[in-house]
């Protein structure tokens, strides 16, 4: 089978019905897909999906990497999170945003939580030195009756803190912020339409290595991206022919033997396709440079 993104693969799969539930009234039949990695792991998904075929499940599920790994991949090759422009932009009034108040309460109980628990720490290892006779049996007694009594202090201040929490809405529309709270964001539109370039770039690239893997040796299958990025970095010569209606992109040679092979059968399986140019009707032919030889 093949992956979103086109890799082949070949995984061992099993499926089976699976009744869950403990009362009778409530147990219902489930299905079971599992797939047996390389280390004899089993990962298994479960789901209420009956009539879908099992290898359509387990390309959904277990083959999502494809797609999660394309942020992390995109982010340092693709810039995908720079910063295009500066400009702000208002924040539409529906927005849901954190209340202020709610989250001034929420960081109040997190910090009386950590007194708390520093008390229940020093109190604790108190009764432990207690245990053994010391000089200062006395300070230790007095500093444990005071801790006694401000444990429990401690824990009515939270409650009553969590009590004025649960009166606060957690979130609410940007509307109903206070003029002091308002705030403007980085305008966005630009940023989503240079993504939506390098997403198609990405894609691109994408379909470039799997016709570059069929070229490269398996041990160096994981090179094809990095072949594909220096294929786009390297220099070409244009060549129109408006007469054939042709427009020729001869790429220069690679370092390596090996690369330039993978490049002349990128280049004949582009000219396969006969795309025309944008916008115009030549058709493009790719190939390598051939270099000259001087007798």
């Given amino acids: ?31 079971e897909v599992r797939k047996l990695t390389e280390r004899g792991h089993q990962t298994a998904v479960v789901g209420t999906h009956y009539r879908a075929e099992a290898t359509k499940l387990a390309q959904d599920q277990f083959g999502r990497w494809s797609q999660e790994n394309f942020p992390h991949y995109a982010g340092p090759s693709l810039a995908l999170d720079r910063l295009i422009d500066y400009q ?20 109040s109980v997190r910090v009386q939580r950590a007194v708390l628990a520093r008390k229940k720490n020093d109190f604790a290892a108190l009764v432990r030195e207690g245990e053994i006779e010391t000089d200062n049996g006395q300070q230790l007694l007095s500093r444990k009756q005071a801790l006694q009594g401000e444990i429990p202090q401690q824990q009515d201040r ?5 009590g004025q929490r649960r009166e606060q809405e957690r979130k609410i529309r940007f509307a109903k912020l206070p003029a002091a709270d308002r705030f ?14 390098r997403i198609v770039a990405y894609r691109a690239e994408t379909a470039w290595v799997h016709i570059l893997r069929e070229k490269l040796q398996a041990h160096h299958q994981d090179d094809a991206r990095r072949l594909a990025r220096q ?10 022919d408006p007469q054939a209606k042709t427009l020729t992109v001869e ?4 370092s390596t033997p090996r690369d330039d092979a993978a490049l002349e059968h990128l280049c004949a399986e582009l000219t396969e396709t006969e795309t025309n140019y944008p916008g115009t009707e030549l058709r493009l032919i790719y190939r390598k440079v051939t270099p000259k030889v001087s007798l």
């Fill in 231 to 240: 294929i786009f970095k390297t220099e070409a010569n244009l060549i129109p």
């Fill in 184 to 197: 403007d964001q980085l305008s966005n539109r630009s940023k989503h339409f240079i993504d939506t370039i």
């Fill in 1 to 31: 089978m093949r992956l979103k993104n086109g890799t082949p693969v070949t995984w061992k799969l099993a499926k089976r019905g699976v009744l869950l539930g403990v009362k009778k009234s409530e147990q219902i039949w489930v299905r």
């Fill in 158 to 162: 939270i409650a009553e803190l969590k």
């Fill in 251 to 254: 790429i220069h040679g690679l």
């Fill in 88 to 107: 702000l932009e208002s924040v539409p009034d529906t927005v849901q945003v954190v209340n202020p108040q709610w989250r001034q309460l929420d960081h």
